[in-house]
């Protein structure tokens, strides 16, 4: 069993930065590919980035290329989501999520409870 924790949501200006933060307890987070989806209010949940299980591979939604960046740290056993020049419609909730494959949601076993991100213009 892994228990996911995110954390680093608030608010923040358009053109603003924030660096989520996925970690987990229970077992080692290094033995499973990562994903971070996002839910804004009224929408479905959708992929927004994934990262393998030995880290040598990232995946992002076209809409966050270049702006949105996944990295992990072993040690910490927490995955990171650093996202820069934010825009509105980046407010949602956004999930962590562990143990699945890229962007297929349903195959992801184990996830966060989600951290809220407000983008204001």
């Known amino acids: 069993q892994v228990q996911l924790v995110e954390s680093g949501g608030g608010l923040v200006q358009a053109g603003g930065s924030l660096r989520l933060s996925c970690a987990a307890s229970?077992?080692?987070?290094?033995?499973?590919?990562v994903g971070w989806f996002r839910q804004a209010p009224g929408k479905e949940r959708e992929f927004v980035g994934y990262?393998?299980?030995?880290?040598?591979?990232?995946n992002y939604k076209d809409s966050v290329k270049g702006r949105f960046t996944i990295s992990r740290d072993v040690g910490k056993n927490t995955v990171y989501l650093h996202m820069n020049s934010l825009k509105p419609e980046d407010t949602a909730v956004y999930y962590c999520?562990?143990?699945?494959?890229?962007?297929?949601?349903?195959?992801?076993?184990?996830w966060g409870q989600g951290t809220q991100v407000t983008v204001s213009s």
């Open positions: 229970g077992r080692t987070l290094s033995i499973h590919s």
């Open positions: 990262i393998s299980q030995s880290g040598a591979t990232t």
């Open positions: 999520a562990a143990g699945g494959w890229g962007a297929t949601m349903t195959s992801y076993v184990y």
